[in-house]
């Protein structure tokens, strides 16, 4: 579709269906049965936030139960985010995204066992990796997991991506999808800025996006870019013919009550460009080079990592009650 087109429908949410896969960013059953995505995706700080909500208080009596039989807190936690995922395979069409504990982000063995697990604990509950994306944050470990991964039909989503070097490295290594992060990166540019605001076209977070997007486009890289992490429905539409994005349901809403026209913004063809893969060394000179990616990135872990503890004293909570 050219760029310059404009899609018409009632509004921007189902405008934006036709041109770009939309993807949940929540686990949220009555959300995500509202707003019909294709796929959703899940992280640690949402599956606390799913634990807490009424419709998921079966599963955290069944955790309970867990625990008192002996499970170890970080066992239930792979248990319970599996059962939610499963949930959600019962409500969107597509894939569904599962994040490995974040604090095993720089153990390449550790990662390759707990995504193996999660796949297994999957099949336990009757769904096949055809369903599943595991998600592995874009560190050096990470993606060299993801490479062995995909080798053996598990399908991977590098989230906590916020520069180029992580994404053609991903893609290098055959990662299914990628996940930049527009959001945390405007984020970062306003408070090291003191920028109050971008204009949509001058966003770091959105021209980092169509970066990755047209470099991508022009080396034939086929790894699905979803573009995450939005602060506005303007972000979003900013982002009209990404390959997928992945959007709250706060931004949905915004979206589907909007009947005005959606621009569509990123449309290219593959080409055949070629480049030399990415060492190590290139990989994490660019996160100490670009001090707004390292730093998101440790950051992004560090919250994970937090909120995955956060649960697991919840579900201690639920275990002395």
Not at 17 to 33: L, N, P, R, S, Y
Not at 162 to 184: H, T
Not at 192 to 219: C, L, M, N, W
Request: contains cysteine.
């Amino acid at each position: 579709m050219n760029p310059t087109q404009t899609a018409v429908s009632t509004n921007k949410l189902e405008q934006l269906k036709a041109v770009t896969v939309v993807v949940a960013d929540t686990g949220d059953i009555e959300a995500i049965k509202k707003y019909e995505p294709q796929d959703c995706t899940t992280n640690p700080s949402l599956i606390l936030k799913a634990a807490q909500m009424e419709g998921y208080s079966g599963l955290m009596d069944e955790a309970r139960g867990w625990l008192k039989a002996g499970e170890s807190v970080d066992d239930v936690i792979d248990k319970l985010t599996v059962r939610v995922g499963t949930e959600l395979t019962k409500i969107v069409p597509g894939n569904v995204s599962t994040e490995v504990d974040a604090r095993l982000s720089f153990d390449q063995d550790a990662l390759l066992a707990r995504a193996r697990h999660l796949i297994a604990l999957y099949a336990e509950n009757g769904v096949g990796k055809d369903r599943i994306l595991i998600k592995l944050a874009a560190t050096w470990e990470g993606i060299q997991a993801a490479e062995i991964l995909e080798k053996e039909g598990i399908r991977c989503n590098i989230t906590l991506l916020f520069n180029l070097e992580q994404a053609v490295a991903a893609a290098q290594a055959g990662a299914y999808l990628i996940s930049p992060f527009v959001g945390r990166i405007t984020d970062w540019y306003k408070k090291s800025t003191g920028t109050q605001d971008y204009a949509v076209d001058e966003d770091p977070g959105i021209q980092s996006v169509r970066e990755i997007f047209h470099h991508f486009k022009s080396h034939g890289y086929r790894t699905i870019i979803m573009g995450a992490s939005f602060r506005s429905a303007a972000q979003v539409e900013a982002l009209a013919g990404c390959d997928r994005l992945t959007i709250s349901p706060q931004l949905l809403g915004e979206l589907a009550a909007d009947n005005g026209k959606l621009e569509v913004k990123l449309s290219e063809e593959m080409g055949r460009e070629k480049e030399d893969r990415i060492t190590q060394a290139q990989f994490l000179y660019s996160l100490a080079d670009n001090v707004m990616a390292g730093e998101k990135l440790a950051e992004g872990i560090r919250g994970f990592a937090a909120d995955t503890e956060k649960l697991g004293k919840l579900l201690a909570e639920v275990k002395g009650s």
